[in-house]
């Protein structure tokens, strides 16, 4: 059993976690390799000098079993750029609020192993999205995907920006706005949301284009295939615009064409039995609770 093991920041509060991760791993005699930058935060009291290093550009392969994210939904964003193609299912142990990615309670850490070992969960594949600048894609770098959502929005202005938008080639319209998200079902729990969208089982086949604070207050978020290819052009009173991929944020040109599709490639993201999608939904969301008292 190979694990790699991966945290943003390190908090008093993870330690004991981490620790007793590490140590339902011995037992079951697993190879473990912690993200270089992470283990270089722990202390050597948890006795990590066997265990590998691994980093954006080596370390990892498709041999890896699992891969462990300590933090909330950004820190499982941040793991997409390590895990890549590879295939590396991930699980996300939550160390702060309850998250729509990364749902396993800290508390219950050692339960990622032995429910893992008596295979009590599933494997599920999650969409990303690419984007491609054309002679701008330089600007955005090697990681041109997201698991959540891709956003054009404004940037250095109050003033809106248009956006204008094609799909599979046909004109759809221009968006008046802050903004356009173009989610996967993963994002549609994410900024989406927040903007109105609504919320996608996550092996649904489909895109969400979800504007932010339209102007033309008859513009709602659309649903559409996952096999759609999408074509942004943004105008606007300044010269610049952004575009961000899950966070990372790039300052690409006005009046270009920005293409927006599904990647090739999908995350595997483990769905134990005990921590469902509809089981955090109905945690993170409050359904099911009685208000009246």
């Given at each position: 059993m190979k694990v790699a093991i991966y945290g943003q920041i390190y908090h008093e509060n993870t330690l004991d976690y981490v620790g007793e991760l590490l140590d339902e791993l011995e037992k079951e005699s697993a190879t473990v390799a912690?993200?270089?930058?992470?283990?270089?935060?722990?202390?050597?009291?948890?006795n990590i000098?066997?265990?590998?290093?691994?980093?954006?550009?080596?370390?990892?392969?498709s041999s890896f079993d699992m891969f462990v994210s300590f933090g909330g939904d950004g820190t499982i964003l941040r793991a997409t750029t390590?895990?890549?193609?590879?295939?590396i299912p991930i699980v996300g142990v939550n160390t702060g609020r309850l998250g729509f990615l990364s749902t396993f309670k800290k508390e219950d850490v050692?339960?990622?192993?032995?429910?893992?070992?008596?295979?009590?969960?599933?494997?599920?594949?999650?969409?990303l999205l690419q984007v491609n600048a054309g002679s701008q894609a330089k600007e955005i770098g090697p990681l041109n995907f997201a698991l959540n959502e891709i956003t054009v929005s404004r940037k250095d202005t109050t003033s809106m920006i248009t956006v204008e938008t094609h799909l599979n080639g046909e004109y759809l319209t221009s968006y008046w706005a802050d903004g356009l998200i173009v989610s996967t079902p993963t994002g549609s729990t994410g900024y989406s949301l927040s903007c109105g969208g609504p919320v996608i089982v996550p092996t649904a086949k489909s895109?969400?284009?979800?504007?932010?604070?339209?102007?033309?207050?008859?513009?709602?978020?659309?649903?559409?295939?996952?096999d759609t290819v999408i074509r942004l052009k943004v105008s606007g009173?300044?010269?610049?615009?952004?575009?961000?991929?899950?966070?990372?944020?790039?300052?690409?040109?006005?009046?270009?064409?920005?293409?927006v599709k599904k990647a090739n490639f999908t995350i595997n993201m483990i769905e134990y039995t005990s921590e469902s999608f509809l089981k955090t939904l109905r945690n993170k969301l409050l359904w099911g609770e009685d208000k009246r008292n």
């Open positions: 912690i993200e270089e930058r992470f283990k270089s935060l722990l202390p050597q009291k948890l000098d066997g265990c590998l290093s691994f980093n954006e550009s080596h370390g990892l392969d390590y895990v890549r193609d590879l295939g050692r339960k990622v192993v032995r429910e893992f070992v008596q295979g009590a969960y599933t494997i599920v594949e999650r969409s895109l969400v284009l979800t504007p932010i604070a339209p102007h033309n207050l008859n513009a709602r978020p659309l649903v559409i295939s996952d009173r300044e010269h610049h615009h952004l575009v961000s991929l899950d966070s990372r944020i790039a300052t690409l040109q006005n009046d270009i064409s920005i293409e």
